[in-house]
Protein backbone atom coordinates (compact mmCIF):
# COMPACT_ATOMS: atom_id res chain seq x y z
CA UNK A 1 0.00 0.00 0.00
CA UNK A 2 1.71 2.87 -1.31
CA UNK A 3 -0.28 5.18 1.32
CA UNK A 4 1.29 3.56 4.27
CA UNK A 5 4.82 2.75 3.15
CA UNK A 6 4.83 7.22 2.29
CA UNK A 7 3.86 7.47 5.92
CA UNK A 8 6.57 5.30 7.14
CA UNK A 9 8.67 6.94 5.07
CA UNK A 10 7.51 10.00 6.60
CA UNK A 11 7.39 8.75 10.17
CA UNK A 12 11.53 8.01 9.80
CA UNK A 13 11.93 12.01 8.18
CA UNK A 14 10.18 12.93 11.65
CA UNK A 15 12.45 11.45 13.69
CA UNK A 16 15.57 12.21 11.60
CA UNK A 17 14.01 16.22 11.75
CA UNK A 18 13.34 15.58 15.48
CA UNK A 19 17.10 14.55 15.78
CA UNK A 20 18.51 17.22 13.65
CA UNK A 21 16.49 19.69 15.24
CA UNK A 22 17.97 18.53 18.93
CA UNK A 23 21.45 18.32 17.20
CA UNK A 24 21.08 22.03 15.91
CA UNK A 25 19.93 23.24 19.22
CA UNK A 26 22.82 22.00 20.96
CA UNK A 27 25.02 23.24 18.82
CA UNK A 28 24.09 26.47 19.44
CA UNK A 29 26.94 27.60 20.78
CA UNK A 30 29.13 26.63 18.08
CA UNK A 31 28.23 28.87 15.36
CA UNK A 32 25.43 27.17 13.49
CA UNK A 33 24.31 29.24 10.76
CA UNK A 34 20.41 30.20 10.92
CA UNK A 35 19.53 29.87 7.44
CA UNK A 36 17.67 33.73 7.52
CA UNK A 37 20.84 34.71 8.72
CA UNK A 38 22.58 33.41 5.30
CA UNK A 39 19.98 34.79 3.03
CA UNK A 40 20.06 38.67 5.44
CA UNK A 41 24.22 38.02 4.89
CA UNK A 42 23.88 37.27 1.08
CA UNK A 43 21.27 40.31 0.05
CA UNK A 44 21.08 42.68 2.95
CA UNK A 45 24.30 42.81 4.76
CA UNK A 46 25.79 44.68 2.37
CA UNK A 47 23.26 47.99 3.30
CA UNK A 48 22.00 47.30 6.49
CA UNK A 49 25.33 45.91 8.10
CA UNK A 50 26.48 42.36 9.46
CA UNK A 51 24.23 43.40 12.54
CA UNK A 52 21.64 45.22 11.03
CA UNK A 53 23.29 48.56 13.05
CA UNK A 54 22.93 50.08 9.03
CA UNK A 55 25.57 51.47 6.49
CA UNK A 56 26.22 54.68 6.06
CA UNK A 57 25.13 56.00 2.82
CA UNK A 58 23.60 52.59 1.50
CA UNK A 59 20.86 51.54 3.86
CA UNK A 60 19.38 52.37 7.65
CA UNK A 61 19.96 50.90 10.73
CA UNK A 62 17.04 47.73 11.09
CA UNK A 63 17.67 47.59 14.87
CA UNK A 64 18.38 49.79 17.98
CA UNK A 65 16.20 52.45 16.49
CA UNK A 66 12.64 53.16 15.48
CA UNK A 67 11.78 52.06 12.19
CA UNK A 68 9.91 54.61 9.49
CA UNK A 69 7.71 51.80 8.01
CA UNK A 70 6.66 50.00 11.20
CA UNK A 71 7.96 46.56 12.61
CA UNK A 72 5.66 43.90 13.14
CA UNK A 73 6.43 40.96 10.78
CA UNK A 74 3.85 41.94 8.46
CA UNK A 75 5.43 45.76 8.31
CA UNK A 76 8.96 44.34 7.78
CA UNK A 77 7.62 41.74 5.24
CA UNK A 78 5.81 44.70 3.27
CA UNK A 79 8.90 47.15 3.43
CA UNK A 80 11.17 43.85 1.79
CA UNK A 81 8.74 42.98 -0.92
CA UNK A 82 8.12 46.35 -2.61
CA UNK A 83 11.55 48.01 -1.51
CA UNK A 84 12.07 51.62 -1.94
CA UNK A 85 13.27 52.28 -4.95
CA UNK A 86 13.28 55.84 -4.32
CA UNK A 87 15.99 55.98 -1.56
CA UNK A 88 17.87 53.01 -3.16
CA UNK A 89 16.33 49.55 -1.82
CA UNK A 90 14.82 47.60 -4.56
CA UNK A 91 11.88 45.59 -4.03
CA UNK A 92 12.65 42.11 -3.56
CA UNK A 93 9.57 40.04 -4.59
CA UNK A 94 10.85 39.16 -7.51
CA UNK A 95 13.95 37.72 -6.37
CA UNK A 96 13.12 36.21 -3.18
CA UNK A 97 10.13 33.85 -2.57
CA UNK A 98 7.33 34.43 -0.03
CA UNK A 99 8.72 32.38 2.48
CA UNK A 100 11.88 34.06 2.05
CA UNK A 101 10.63 37.23 2.55
CA UNK A 102 8.99 36.34 5.74
CA UNK A 103 11.68 34.47 7.18
CA UNK A 104 13.36 37.70 7.24
CA UNK A 105 11.01 39.72 8.65
CA UNK A 106 11.12 37.38 11.16
CA UNK A 107 14.90 37.31 11.85
CA UNK A 108 14.48 41.20 11.64
CA UNK A 109 11.57 41.38 14.61
CA UNK A 110 13.93 38.90 16.77
CA UNK A 111 16.75 40.86 16.50
CA UNK A 112 14.81 43.99 17.18
CA UNK A 113 13.53 41.93 20.26
CA UNK A 114 16.77 40.27 21.28
CA UNK A 115 15.10 37.23 21.11
CA UNK A 116 17.26 34.86 19.74
CA UNK A 117 15.76 31.30 18.60
CA UNK A 118 18.28 29.16 19.98
CA UNK A 119 18.76 31.37 23.10
CA UNK A 120 16.66 29.64 25.67
CA UNK A 121 17.72 31.59 28.27
CA UNK A 122 17.81 28.64 31.04
CA UNK A 123 20.76 30.20 33.30
CA UNK A 124 20.00 33.77 32.62
CA UNK A 125 19.97 35.43 35.54
CA UNK A 126 16.30 35.29 37.37
CA UNK A 127 15.71 39.63 37.43
CA UNK A 128 12.95 39.90 39.93
CA UNK A 129 12.12 43.69 39.94
CA UNK A 130 13.13 45.11 43.05
CA UNK A 131 11.03 48.40 43.31
CA UNK A 132 7.31 49.39 42.42
CA UNK A 133 6.57 47.96 38.47
CA UNK A 134 4.27 50.86 36.72
CA UNK A 135 2.57 49.55 33.84
CA UNK A 136 -0.21 50.66 31.75
CA UNK A 137 -3.49 49.88 33.71
CA UNK A 138 -1.78 48.54 37.26
CA UNK A 139 1.12 49.27 39.16
CA UNK A 140 2.66 45.69 41.51
CA UNK A 141 4.99 44.31 43.28
CA UNK A 142 6.80 41.57 42.73
CA UNK A 143 7.29 39.06 45.90
CA UNK A 144 8.96 36.14 46.13
CA UNK A 145 6.74 33.05 47.40
CA UNK A 146 9.68 30.25 47.56
CA UNK A 147 12.86 29.79 45.58
CA UNK A 148 13.59 25.84 46.86
CA UNK A 149 11.93 23.99 43.41
CA UNK A 150 13.09 21.96 41.30
CA UNK A 151 15.03 23.85 38.16
CA UNK A 152 12.34 21.97 35.82
CA UNK A 153 8.42 22.24 37.49
CA UNK A 154 5.75 22.75 35.45
CA UNK A 155 2.46 23.79 37.38
CA UNK A 156 1.29 25.23 40.54
CA UNK A 157 -2.34 24.81 42.25
CA UNK A 158 -2.74 27.67 44.82
CA UNK A 159 -4.98 26.00 47.50
CA UNK A 160 -7.93 27.44 49.47
CA UNK A 161 -5.94 28.14 52.46
CA UNK A 162 -3.00 29.77 50.97
CA UNK A 163 -0.92 26.96 50.49
CA UNK A 164 0.40 26.26 46.79
CA UNK A 165 0.72 22.70 45.17
CA UNK A 166 3.99 22.57 42.90
CA UNK A 167 4.58 19.60 40.23
CA UNK A 168 7.84 19.15 39.40
CA UNK A 169 8.43 17.31 36.58
CA UNK A 170 11.23 14.54 37.68
CA UNK A 171 10.27 14.83 41.05
CA UNK A 172 6.84 14.62 41.84
CA UNK A 173 4.38 16.63 43.65
CA UNK A 174 5.24 18.95 46.91
CA UNK A 175 3.53 21.25 48.69
CA UNK A 176 4.77 24.81 49.48
CA UNK A 177 3.78 26.31 52.82
CA UNK A 178 2.69 29.88 53.56
CA UNK A 179 6.02 30.60 54.99
CA UNK A 180 7.89 29.25 51.40
CA UNK A 181 8.94 26.25 52.95
CA UNK A 182 8.59 23.27 51.12
CA UNK A 183 7.13 19.79 52.47
CA UNK A 184 8.65 16.55 51.20
CA UNK A 185 7.35 15.03 48.11
CA UNK A 186 4.08 13.71 48.33
CA UNK A 187 4.63 9.62 48.12
CA UNK A 188 2.37 7.46 46.12
CA UNK A 189 1.84 9.89 43.01
CA UNK A 190 2.49 8.23 39.48
CA UNK A 191 6.03 7.47 38.81
CA UNK A 192 8.40 9.97 37.17
CA UNK A 193 11.58 9.43 35.54
CA UNK A 194 14.72 11.77 35.19
CA UNK A 195 16.20 10.76 32.29
CA UNK A 196 17.02 14.41 30.66
CA UNK A 197 19.76 14.58 28.40
CA UNK A 198 20.21 18.28 28.43
CA UNK A 199 18.32 20.60 30.73
CA UNK A 200 16.50 22.69 28.04
CA UNK A 201 15.50 20.19 25.81
CA UNK A 202 14.96 17.48 28.41
CA UNK A 203 14.07 14.32 26.56
CA UNK A 204 12.24 12.44 29.32
CA UNK A 205 9.42 9.44 29.11
CA UNK A 206 7.73 9.85 32.38
CA UNK A 207 7.25 13.27 33.31
CA UNK A 208 4.71 14.91 35.72
CA UNK A 209 2.51 17.61 34.11
CA UNK A 210 -0.21 19.48 35.10
CA UNK A 211 -1.54 19.92 38.83
CA UNK A 212 -5.21 21.19 39.10
CA UNK A 213 -8.06 21.69 41.51
CA UNK A 214 -11.28 19.89 41.62
CA UNK A 215 -13.92 23.00 41.56
CA UNK A 216 -15.22 21.94 44.02
CA UNK A 217 -12.18 20.76 45.86
CA UNK A 218 -13.42 22.58 49.19
CA UNK A 219 -15.69 19.75 49.68
CA UNK A 220 -14.59 16.70 48.29
CA UNK A 221 -10.81 16.94 48.17
CA UNK A 222 -10.15 15.78 44.24
CA UNK A 223 -6.49 16.73 42.91
CA UNK A 224 -5.94 15.84 39.10
CA UNK A 225 -2.69 14.97 38.21
CA UNK A 226 -1.64 15.07 34.22
CA UNK A 227 1.29 12.28 33.80
CA UNK A 228 2.92 10.40 31.01
CA UNK A 229 3.09 7.07 32.13
CA UNK A 230 5.80 5.40 30.95
CA UNK A 231 5.74 1.88 29.47
CA UNK A 232 7.43 -0.59 32.33
CA UNK A 233 8.03 -3.85 29.63
CA UNK A 234 9.03 -1.56 26.78
CA UNK A 235 13.02 -1.99 27.48
CA UNK A 236 15.06 -1.73 24.66
CA UNK A 237 13.79 2.04 24.04
CA UNK A 238 11.42 4.63 26.61
CA UNK A 239 7.77 5.22 25.79
CA UNK A 240 5.18 6.86 27.19
CA UNK A 241 2.11 7.82 26.99
CA UNK A 242 -0.98 11.14 28.43
CA UNK A 243 -2.73 9.67 30.94
CA UNK A 244 -4.68 11.48 33.98
CA UNK A 245 -5.70 10.41 37.81
CA UNK A 246 -7.29 12.50 40.60
CA UNK A 247 -6.34 11.75 44.01
CA UNK A 248 -6.77 13.19 47.57
CA UNK A 249 -3.64 14.09 50.02
CA UNK A 250 -3.57 12.76 53.28
CA UNK A 251 -0.84 12.58 56.16
CA UNK A 252 1.60 13.80 53.08
CA UNK A 253 0.37 10.98 50.98
CA UNK A 254 -1.43 10.54 47.07
CA UNK A 255 -4.82 7.79 48.33
CA UNK A 256 -8.08 7.11 46.40
CA UNK A 257 -6.13 7.56 42.80
CA UNK A 258 -8.99 6.64 39.71
CA UNK A 259 -7.95 6.80 36.54
CA UNK A 260 -9.36 9.51 34.46
CA UNK A 261 -8.07 9.45 30.70
CA UNK A 262 -5.75 7.26 29.71
CA UNK A 263 -5.41 5.76 26.20
CA UNK A 264 -3.71 3.08 27.06
CA UNK A 265 -0.79 1.21 25.81
CA UNK A 266 -1.54 0.94 22.77
CA UNK A 267 -0.62 4.42 22.21
CA UNK A 268 2.77 4.76 24.09
CA UNK A 269 5.20 6.59 22.07
CA UNK A 270 8.59 6.58 22.03
CA UNK A 271 8.50 11.00 21.36
CA UNK A 272 9.98 12.87 23.99
CA UNK A 273 7.84 14.13 26.44
CA UNK A 274 8.48 17.98 25.20
CA UNK A 275 5.41 17.24 23.14
CA UNK A 276 3.22 15.42 25.35
CA UNK A 277 0.76 19.30 25.97
CA UNK A 278 0.10 18.16 29.54
CA UNK A 279 -2.47 21.14 31.05
CA UNK A 280 -5.72 20.52 32.62
CA UNK A 281 -8.90 22.78 32.94
CA UNK A 282 -12.21 22.60 34.25
CA UNK A 283 -15.36 24.60 33.05
CA UNK A 284 -17.69 26.36 35.43
CA UNK A 285 -20.28 22.79 34.29
CA UNK A 286 -17.41 20.80 35.56
CA UNK A 287 -15.88 19.14 32.40
CA UNK A 288 -12.41 18.65 32.43
CA UNK A 289 -10.12 19.25 29.39
CA UNK A 290 -7.08 17.89 28.64
CA UNK A 291 -4.01 19.48 26.48
CA UNK A 292 -2.24 16.91 24.42
CA UNK A 293 0.57 17.82 22.11
CA UNK A 294 2.17 15.92 19.27
CA UNK A 295 3.59 13.11 21.43
CA UNK A 296 1.84 10.68 18.58
CA UNK A 297 3.96 8.00 17.82
CA UNK A 298 3.98 8.36 13.76
CA UNK A 299 4.45 12.11 15.27
CA UNK A 300 2.70 15.00 12.78
CA UNK A 301 0.35 12.54 11.50
CA UNK A 302 -1.68 11.48 14.05
CA UNK A 303 -2.73 15.27 15.04
CA UNK A 304 -5.25 15.34 11.95
CA UNK A 305 -6.35 11.99 12.54
CA UNK A 306 -9.47 11.48 14.52
CA UNK A 307 -8.66 8.39 15.53
CA UNK A 308 -5.92 9.44 17.58
CA UNK A 309 -5.71 11.22 20.69
CA UNK A 310 -2.56 13.48 19.51
CA UNK A 311 -2.54 17.00 19.08
CA UNK A 312 -5.84 17.63 20.99
CA UNK A 313 -7.90 18.58 23.53
CA UNK A 314 -9.98 16.69 24.76
CA UNK A 315 -13.06 16.83 26.88
CA UNK A 316 -14.32 14.20 29.74
CA UNK A 317 -16.94 14.07 32.75
CA UNK A 318 -14.83 14.56 36.34
CA UNK A 319 -15.17 11.10 36.82
CA UNK A 320 -13.58 10.25 33.16
CA UNK A 321 -16.94 9.62 31.72
CA UNK A 322 -17.39 10.64 28.16
CA UNK A 323 -19.68 13.45 27.46
CA UNK A 324 -22.73 12.40 25.17
CA UNK A 325 -22.36 15.93 23.37
CA UNK A 326 -18.90 15.48 22.59
CA UNK A 327 -18.13 16.94 18.82
CA UNK A 328 -17.24 13.61 17.84
CA UNK A 329 -18.56 11.08 20.52
CA UNK A 330 -20.77 9.75 17.57
CA UNK A 331 -18.69 9.64 14.44
CA UNK A 332 -17.28 6.17 13.71
CA UNK A 333 -13.99 5.67 14.50
CA UNK A 334 -12.96 8.91 15.98
CA UNK A 335 -11.38 9.35 19.57
CA UNK A 336 -14.70 10.23 21.38
CA UNK A 337 -13.22 12.15 24.22
CA UNK A 338 -12.02 14.79 21.26
CA UNK A 339 -13.25 18.37 21.21
CA UNK A 340 -10.92 20.40 19.26
CA UNK A 341 -7.50 19.28 17.14
CA UNK A 342 -4.23 19.86 15.24
CA UNK A 343 -2.69 21.27 18.10
CA UNK A 344 1.33 21.28 18.01
CA UNK A 345 2.18 22.29 21.46
CA UNK A 346 -0.29 23.50 23.47
CA UNK A 347 1.31 24.79 26.96
CA UNK A 348 -1.71 26.53 28.23
CA UNK A 349 -5.56 25.90 28.62
CA UNK A 350 -8.14 28.31 30.04
CA UNK A 351 -11.97 28.26 30.91
CA UNK A 352 -12.99 32.14 31.45
CA UNK A 353 -16.13 32.44 33.44
CA UNK A 354 -16.63 35.77 32.07
CA UNK A 355 -16.66 34.90 28.70
CA UNK A 356 -17.86 31.30 28.89
CA UNK A 357 -14.75 30.28 26.54
CA UNK A 358 -12.63 27.81 26.75
CA UNK A 359 -9.07 29.48 25.41
CA UNK A 360 -5.37 27.35 24.65
CA UNK A 361 -1.92 28.74 24.10
CA UNK A 362 0.07 26.79 21.89
CA UNK A 363 3.81 26.71 20.65
CA UNK A 364 4.49 27.54 17.12
CA UNK A 365 7.85 26.18 15.32
CA UNK A 366 9.95 29.27 14.17
CA UNK A 367 7.09 32.24 14.70
CA UNK A 368 3.29 31.12 15.12
CA UNK A 369 2.89 30.93 18.72
CA UNK A 370 -1.21 31.13 19.40
CA UNK A 371 -3.78 32.20 21.71
CA UNK A 372 -6.67 30.28 20.40
CA UNK A 373 -10.28 30.73 21.04
CA UNK A 374 -11.39 26.34 21.33
CA UNK A 375 -14.87 25.80 19.28
CA UNK A 376 -15.72 22.49 19.68
CA UNK A 377 -15.18 20.44 17.00
CA UNK A 378 -12.63 22.97 15.16
CA UNK A 379 -9.40 22.46 13.60
CA UNK A 380 -6.39 24.56 14.61
CA UNK A 381 -4.41 23.70 11.63
CA UNK A 382 -0.88 21.94 12.65
CA UNK A 383 0.40 20.68 10.45
CA UNK A 384 -1.35 21.44 7.69
CA UNK A 385 -0.47 25.34 7.84
CA UNK A 386 0.54 27.77 10.76
CA UNK A 387 1.72 31.32 10.67
CA UNK A 388 5.44 30.29 12.19
CA UNK A 389 7.85 28.51 9.38
CA UNK A 390 9.70 25.82 10.03
CA UNK A 391 13.71 26.10 11.81
CA UNK A 392 14.89 25.67 8.15
CA UNK A 393 13.30 28.33 6.31
CA UNK A 394 10.52 26.84 4.75
CA UNK A 395 6.79 26.72 4.95
CA UNK A 396 4.62 24.51 7.36
CA UNK A 397 2.73 22.52 4.57
CA UNK A 398 2.84 19.13 5.71
CA UNK A 399 -0.29 18.05 4.67
CA UNK A 400 0.77 17.27 1.20
CA UNK A 401 3.19 14.36 3.18
CA UNK A 402 0.55 13.29 4.90
CA UNK A 403 -2.09 13.20 1.79
CA UNK A 404 -4.11 15.24 3.40
CA UNK A 405 -6.19 17.78 1.33
CA UNK A 406 -7.90 20.69 3.65
CA UNK A 407 -9.39 24.00 2.76
CA UNK A 408 -8.08 27.31 4.73
CA UNK A 409 -11.16 28.41 5.35
CA UNK A 410 -11.78 25.17 8.04
CA UNK A 411 -8.72 25.83 9.84
CA UNK A 412 -9.11 28.26 12.92
CA UNK A 413 -6.85 30.99 12.85
CA UNK A 414 -5.18 32.41 16.27
CA UNK A 415 -7.22 35.46 17.80
CA UNK A 416 -3.33 36.33 18.62
CA UNK A 417 -0.72 35.42 16.61
CA UNK A 418 2.74 35.83 18.34
CA UNK A 419 5.63 36.22 16.39
CA UNK A 420 8.45 36.24 16.56
CA UNK A 421 7.76 33.43 18.67
CA UNK A 422 8.66 34.25 22.75
CA UNK A 423 7.90 30.38 23.39
CA UNK A 424 4.41 31.05 25.04
CA UNK A 425 3.55 29.03 27.90
CA UNK A 426 0.32 29.00 30.39
CA UNK A 427 -2.14 31.88 30.96
CA UNK A 428 -5.08 32.71 33.14
CA UNK A 429 -7.60 34.89 32.12
CA UNK A 430 -7.58 37.29 35.24
CA UNK A 431 -11.22 36.85 37.21
CA UNK A 432 -9.43 37.84 40.57
CA UNK A 433 -10.33 41.18 42.70
CA UNK A 434 -6.68 42.50 43.69
CA UNK A 435 -6.08 44.23 40.24
CA UNK A 436 -9.59 45.74 38.80
CA UNK A 437 -8.77 47.31 35.73
CA UNK A 438 -6.85 43.72 34.79
CA UNK A 439 -10.28 42.17 35.16
CA UNK A 440 -10.90 39.89 32.11
CA UNK A 441 -7.56 40.23 30.38
CA UNK A 442 -5.18 37.13 29.39
CA UNK A 443 -2.00 37.23 31.32
CA UNK A 444 -0.06 34.87 29.58
CA UNK A 445 3.68 33.74 30.31
CA UNK A 446 6.54 32.52 27.80
CA UNK A 447 10.11 30.84 28.68
CA UNK A 448 12.37 31.52 25.82
CA UNK A 449 11.06 35.72 25.91
CA UNK A 450 10.84 35.13 29.60
CA UNK A 451 8.30 37.93 29.33
CA UNK A 452 4.45 38.38 30.83
CA UNK A 453 2.08 39.57 28.59
CA UNK A 454 -1.44 41.37 29.27
CA UNK A 455 -3.76 40.76 26.30
CA UNK A 456 -7.17 42.82 25.99
CA UNK A 457 -9.82 41.01 24.13
CA UNK A 458 -13.06 42.27 22.98
CA UNK A 459 -16.58 41.00 23.30
CA UNK A 460 -16.38 39.70 19.64
CA UNK A 461 -13.26 37.91 20.54
CA UNK A 462 -10.36 39.98 18.77
CA UNK A 463 -7.09 41.50 20.05
CA UNK A 464 -7.64 44.66 21.32
CA UNK A 465 -3.85 45.30 22.99
CA UNK A 466 -1.40 43.77 24.17
CA UNK A 467 0.98 44.92 27.13
CA UNK A 468 4.45 43.87 28.47
CA UNK A 469 3.88 43.32 32.14
CA UNK A 470 7.14 42.15 33.03
CA UNK A 471 10.64 41.77 30.82
CA UNK A 472 13.41 39.22 31.41
CA UNK A 473 11.70 37.91 34.72
CA UNK A 474 12.79 34.38 33.65
CA UNK A 475 11.29 31.54 31.79
CA UNK A 476 7.65 31.96 33.39
CA UNK A 477 6.45 28.12 33.12
CA UNK A 478 2.65 28.34 34.82
CA UNK A 479 0.39 31.52 35.85
CA UNK A 480 -2.27 31.04 38.25
CA UNK A 481 -4.79 33.45 40.29
CA UNK A 482 -4.42 32.76 44.16
CA UNK A 483 -7.40 32.61 46.50
CA UNK A 484 -6.04 36.07 47.81
CA UNK A 485 -6.49 37.46 44.36
CA UNK A 486 -2.88 38.38 43.17
CA UNK A 487 -1.21 36.77 40.47
CA UNK A 488 1.47 33.62 40.80
CA UNK A 489 4.01 32.56 38.15
CA UNK A 490 6.48 29.41 38.09
CA UNK A 491 10.01 30.23 37.26
CA UNK A 492 12.12 27.62 36.19
CA UNK A 493 16.19 28.28 36.34
CA UNK A 494 18.95 25.95 35.98
CA UNK A 495 19.98 27.18 39.38
CA UNK A 496 16.60 26.33 40.89
CA UNK A 497 13.38 27.15 40.44
CA UNK A 498 11.02 29.87 42.14
CA UNK A 499 7.47 30.55 42.79
CA UNK A 500 7.11 34.93 42.69
CA UNK A 501 3.77 36.47 43.21
CA UNK A 502 2.11 40.42 41.84
CA UNK A 503 0.54 42.33 44.42
CA UNK A 504 -0.77 45.44 44.14
CA UNK A 505 1.46 48.44 44.94
CA UNK A 506 -0.49 50.26 47.24
CA UNK A 507 -1.38 46.73 49.14
C1 LIG B 1 21.33 48.77 -1.80
C2 LIG B 1 21.11 48.93 -0.40
C3 LIG B 1 20.03 48.09 0.25
C4 LIG B 1 19.90 46.73 0.21
C5 LIG B 1 20.73 45.70 -0.54
C6 LIG B 1 18.79 46.41 1.07
N1 LIG B 1 18.27 47.54 1.60
FE1 LIG B 1 16.76 47.65 2.92
N2 LIG B 1 16.80 49.66 2.84
C7 LIG B 1 17.74 50.40 2.19
C8 LIG B 1 17.46 51.80 2.39
C9 LIG B 1 18.27 52.97 1.86
C10 LIG B 1 16.31 51.86 3.20
C11 LIG B 1 15.58 53.13 3.69
C12 LIG B 1 14.39 53.37 2.79
C13 LIG B 1 13.47 54.48 3.27
O1 LIG B 1 13.19 54.56 4.47
O2 LIG B 1 13.02 55.24 2.41
C14 LIG B 1 15.92 50.49 3.45
C15 LIG B 1 14.84 50.14 4.21
C16 LIG B 1 14.59 48.86 4.66
C17 LIG B 1 13.56 48.52 5.59
C18 LIG B 1 12.58 49.47 6.24
C19 LIG B 1 13.22 50.15 7.42
C20 LIG B 1 12.29 51.11 8.14
O3 LIG B 1 12.83 52.08 8.71
O4 LIG B 1 11.07 50.90 8.14
C21 LIG B 1 13.64 47.18 5.80
C22 LIG B 1 12.77 46.32 6.73
C23 LIG B 1 14.70 46.70 4.97
N3 LIG B 1 15.26 47.73 4.29
C24 LIG B 1 15.08 45.36 4.88
C25 LIG B 1 15.98 44.89 3.94
C26 LIG B 1 16.25 43.50 3.71
C27 LIG B 1 15.63 42.34 4.51
C28 LIG B 1 17.14 43.43 2.69
C29 LIG B 1 17.68 42.19 2.06
C30 LIG B 1 16.72 41.32 1.44
C31 LIG B 1 17.44 44.78 2.31
N4 LIG B 1 16.72 45.64 3.07
C32 LIG B 1 18.34 45.11 1.33
C33 LIG B 1 18.80 49.91 1.46
C34 LIG B 1 19.00 48.59 1.14
Redesign the pocket.
Given at each position: MPGAAFRKLFLVLCVIAALAAVAWLSLRESGVVDPFVST?DR??S???GANLEGVPA???A?VNTE????DSVAA?GK??AHG?P?????P?SAQ?SAEEIRG?AIY?AERRVDRLFTDFKVDAPIAIPGGIVETEAQAFRVEIVTDRIDPLPFSIAPLPDGRILVSEKMKGLRIVETDGSVSELISGTPAVFDDSIELVLVWGHGWLLDVALHPEYASNGWIYLHHTERCADCTLIARSVNRVVRGRIRDGRWVDEEVIWNPGAEYYSFVPDIGAGGRLAFDDAGYLYISVGIKGSSNFDGVQDLAKPWGKIHRVHDDGRVPADNPFARTAGAYPTIWTYGHRSPQGLEFSNRRQQLWSTEMGPRGGDELNLLRPGRNYGWPLTSLGLNYDGSAIAYGEWLDLAFDLNDIEQPVVDFTPAPAVSSFIFYEGGQFPRWQGNALVGSLKASELYRIVLDENDRLVRSEVLLKRLARIRDVETGPDGNVYLLLEHAGGGQIVRLVPADA
Open positions: YHCRCHLGTLLSHGLSIFQSGMQWLLI
